[in-house]
């Protein structure tokens, strides 16, 4: 019944490791979106997609790169991690872009990538 | 560059007293607003959003929209202990710009 559902939970690796986050919604949704959630618990937007195509593509390095095999998934995997790279990452999906009011983003439970 | 503030808290206030919660934006192309709660170590949740100027009202939450001031405020009547948590006010536009969070401020309500 988990609408917005993200695996692992918990990700711990090393510096220079590449790991992969999965999300999946299964609320009928057409975007999804990750956000990146650091320590001072700033919530930064990082990709969104509509129907499997990229609509948004913040300012993130490219270790990071979103893959949307089909609308109700999507992975972001990442090369070469860092220290900083350590944060709590989040998928979330709406009906609509985020380019009309009113839409709301349901969240996933997020998943917290430690890097050591 | 678009900035959404907020005070980081934490606001105290004592159980049954009205908890107020306040966000201020820099672009005057936002269109909606949104009020998220965050409990510690899970994943925000909507508690409101609000598109016209003036009060929009929902239980306990009034969100409050001043497009003309770059303001947008939530209240939470009756504050209980379980609204200790932080709150996200976020910012979104018609422009194809993307959804921006606010740092959250961080609200605990003392029983």
């Known amino acids: 019944d988990t609408a917005v559902s993200q695996t692992p939970k918990y990700l711990v690796t090393q510096m220079g490791n590449d790991k992969s986050i999965k999300c999946e919604q299964n609320?009928?949704?057409?975007?999804m979106y990750w956000y990146k959630q650091d320590s001072k618990k700033f919530l930064k937007i990082m990709f969104s997609y509509n129907n499997k195509e990229l609509i948004i593509n913040e300012t993130v390095p490219n270790r990071f790169s979103p893959k949307s095999p089909d609308k109700a998934h999507l992975n972001l995997h990442i090369n070469s991690l860092e220290l900083g790279d350590s944060a709590v990452y989040f998928c979330?999906?709406?009906?609509?872009?985020?380019?009309?009011?009113?839409?709301?983003?349901?969240f996933g439970p997020g998943t917290r990538l430690t890097v050591t | 560059q678009k900035e959404v503030e907020q005070n980081s808290g934490p606001l105290s206030v004592p159980e049954g007293a009205i908890a107020s919660l306040n966000c201020t934006y820099s672009d005057r192309g936002s269109q909606s607003f949104f009020w998220y709660r965050q409990y510690s170590g899970k994943s925000p949740e909507l508690i409101m959003f609000?598109?016209?100027?003036g009060d929009k009202e929902d239980g306990r939450f009034t969100a409050q929209l001043n497009k003309a001031s770059q303001y947008v405020s939530l209240l939470i009547r009756d504050s209980q202990p379980s609204d200790s948590a932080t709150y996200l006010c976020a910012v979104n536009n018609n422009y194809g710009q993307n959804f921006v969070f606010g740092p959250g401020t961080r609200l605990s309500v003392l029983p």
């Open positions: 609000i598109y016209s100027n």
């Open positions: 979330a999906s709406s009906q609509l872009p985020s380019t009309l009011p009113g839409d709301e983003q349901y």
């Open positions: 609320l009928g949704h057409d975007t």
